[in-house]
């Protein structure tokens, strides 16, 4: 199980932390990683890491605003999103895979969380 908690209403230029708290996902290493979805549109790759926390891929829009990373020992995951944009705005999904090597394809993913929403105001 994955729950997400974190999201909100910020103004541009403002910063949210998103968290994600596995359960159950134990006896072998898995990636985990972090999408978003807006009403009519696919759910959009936004960041992933690797099981040791080491490797981290990042989509191009997000790529130097957000950082995604992760604590093993309290099986959580983080999504700290500065300087956010309006069209940051959508639900925010919390992923895990088996493989100790994330994907940025949504349809490579196990396990998802049920969403936080993230609405930034221009």
């Known amino acids: 199980q994955l729950v997400e908690s974190g999201g909100g209403l910020v103004p541009a230029g403002d910063s949210l932390e998103l968290s994600c708290v596995a359960s159950?996902?134990?006896?072998?290493?898995?990636?985990m990683g972090w999408f978003r979805q807006t009403p009519g549109k696919w759910r959009e790759f936004v960041a992933h890491i690797g099981w040791r926390g080491i490797r981290t891929y990042y989509a191009d829009s997000v790529k130097d605003r957000f950082t995604i990373s992760r604590d093993n020992a309290k099986n959580t995951i983080y999504l700290r999103m500065n300087n956010l944009k309006p069209e940051d705005t959508a639900v925010y999904y919390c992923a895990a895979r088996a493989d100790p090597r994330g994907s940025s394809d949504y349809s490579g993913w196990d396990l998802w969380g049920q969403g936080t929403q993230v609405t930034v105001s221009s």
């Open positions: 159950g996902l134990t006896g072998r290493p898995y990636s």
